[in-house]
């Protein structure tokens, strides 16, 4: 068991994941969370189906919950996506190791779990993800 680390905030980053769908079967992919101004662009990448959605940021301000652009002081992003001819929310929170563990659940599917597998694993990716997305 790891102890709980300093956390680190900023959801930025690119993260390898696994998670539970709402049928009890697992699965692991890839997510990119990107910082657009006050808002984030997240990109999931599972097996072959790829999901896009937009996030708000929010973070702890002494004894409040605080929401607001899209800062590296997030401990919690919200996200709305679309997968294939689906769509749905998710919603993530930084844990005290650093790492980020969320829910997730699409229109008449039900609710799953995903967290990510290891920390950022290369934010240099930005820059060009971004320009990338932005083209779409």
Request: charged share 25%; glycine share 12%; with cysteine.
């Amino acid at each position: 068991m790891l102890l709980p680390a300093i956390a680190l905030a900023d959801p930025t980053g690119s993260y390898k994941v696994a998670g539970t769908s709402e049928d009890g079967s697992k699965y692991q992919g890839t997510v990119k969370v990107l910082r657009n101004g006050e808002t984030y662009i997240v990109d999931w990448m599972i097996g072959k189906n790829e999901s896009i959605g937009t996030g708000l940021g929010a973070k702890f301000s002494g004894d409040r919950f605080e929401m607001g652009p899209a800062s590296d002081e997030d401990t919690a992003i919200s996200v709305g996506y679309v997968s294939k001819e689906n769509f749905g929310i998710a919603m993530y929170f930084e844990q005290p190791d650093g790492s980020w563990q969320g829910v997730w659940t699409l229109w008449r599917l039900g609710k799953g779990c995903e967290r990510n597998l290891d920390s950022r694993v290369n934010r240099a990716y930005q820059a060009s993800a971004l320009n990338e997305v932005n083209s779409r």
